[in-house]
């Protein structure tokens, strides 16, 4: 396929038949065969007039989506904030620009990233169908701990065939099972290992962390505002922090996201945040990188073509 076809220009350009076969194509040419591919889902996101027809893939167990690439695309934040940011700014103190990236104009590839982060402690897997006890995804990693999941399910599925009796989640020694549609749990294994086993692990598969450039593209949408909804603070009702690719993160979060770099990207933000606390929101605020057991982390995986 041609490189320009993944652009984002371009890519809007397509036939949907077009679009299709290359979404076909990426989920069986750019990963590992281990994995599987279990659905392809076409998706329409629309945003402040950007629209963008993409598509979800479930592979392993995870939802992934397909971004396209954009040239040259401005990151970061000016120094002094550009006068659109100023108020915002000033109302979070005077030390809240310190925590933002400095700009860079930067050439960003087309990738597949994980919809949702994931506890750095755990690695996904695939899933399991409740009533079938159907294993999809790498079957390799499932067998040693097939008879821990089964276990699981028998003791937390007292009725198979009533989804209000299904637990939201399931804890065992080596695996945590969380609830992942009507008929299914996604597996995920517990693994005690640091960000240099976890890359390893991920390239494996054909995967990454994403480095800060990229983190910033993908959660800002590649549009240079302050917040991915623009240069204002997040209403109190807004749950989740949008953007034009459609990947939507919770506004209260659990804790840093790692990237590929010197810094880990977001932080914690509790209920009921206002401020300066309201900072991590934005996809260009950067952090030091704590305690790895308490952060979280977004594989992609980077379509490069020669």
Do not use: C
């Not at 396929?1 to 350009?13: A, H, S």
């Not at 949907?16 to 599987?36: K, N």
């Not at 971004?67 to 030390?95: D, F, Q, S």
């Not at 999941?149 to 020694?173: I, K, R």
């Amino acid at each position: 396929m041609p490189k320009v076809d993944l652009m984002l220009g371009d890519w809007n350009q397509l036939s949907d038949e077009r679009r299709q076969f290359i979404a076909t194509q990426l989920s069986r040419y750019f990963l590992s065969p281990l994995l599987s591919v279990d659905a392809i889902v076409p998706v329409g996101v629309d945003y402040f007039g950007h629209h963008l027809s993409t598509f979800d893939i479930l592979i392993g167990g995870e939802w992934l989506r397909f971004v396209p690439g954009l040239r040259a695309v401005p990151l970061g934040i000016e120094t002094p904030a550009p006068a659109a940011m100023a108020p915002v700014l000033k109302a979070m103190g005077e030390a809240a620009a310190a925590h933002l990236s400095p700009t860079a104009t930067v050439d960003m590839p087309p990738m597949l990233v994980a919809r949702a982060s994931v506890a750095s402690d755990e690695e996904i897997i695939g899933t399991i169908n409740l009533t079938t006890q159907a294993f999809a995804g790498d079957h390799f990693a499932y067998m040693p701990v097939k008879g821990e999941v089964l276990g699981l399910l028998s003791q937390g599925s007292p009725d198979p065939f009533t989804p209000a009796s299904w637990a939201p989640t399931l804890t065992g020694e080596h695996v945590v099972l969380r609830l992942a549609g009507e008929h299914q749990y996604q597996v995920a294994l517990k693994q005690n290992w640091n960000q240099a086993q976890l890359e390893k692990r991920l390239s494996g598969f054909g995967f990454a962390l994403p480095d800060e450039r990229e983190y910033e593209y993908l959660m800002s949408g590649g549009l240079n505002t302050l917040f991915g909804w623009g240069n204002r603070l997040p209403e109190a009702t807004m749950q989740y922090v949008p953007n034009r690719f459609g990947l939507t993160v919770p506004v209260v979060r659990a804790g840093a996201e790692v990237v590929r770099g010197a810094y880990a990207k977001s932080a914690p933000v509790a209920a009921g945040a206002s401020g300066a606390a309201l900072l991590p929101l934005s996809p260009f605020y950067r952090t030091t990188a704590g305690d790895f057991s308490q952060m979280r982390y977004r594989k992609i995986a980077k379509i490069e073509l020669t």
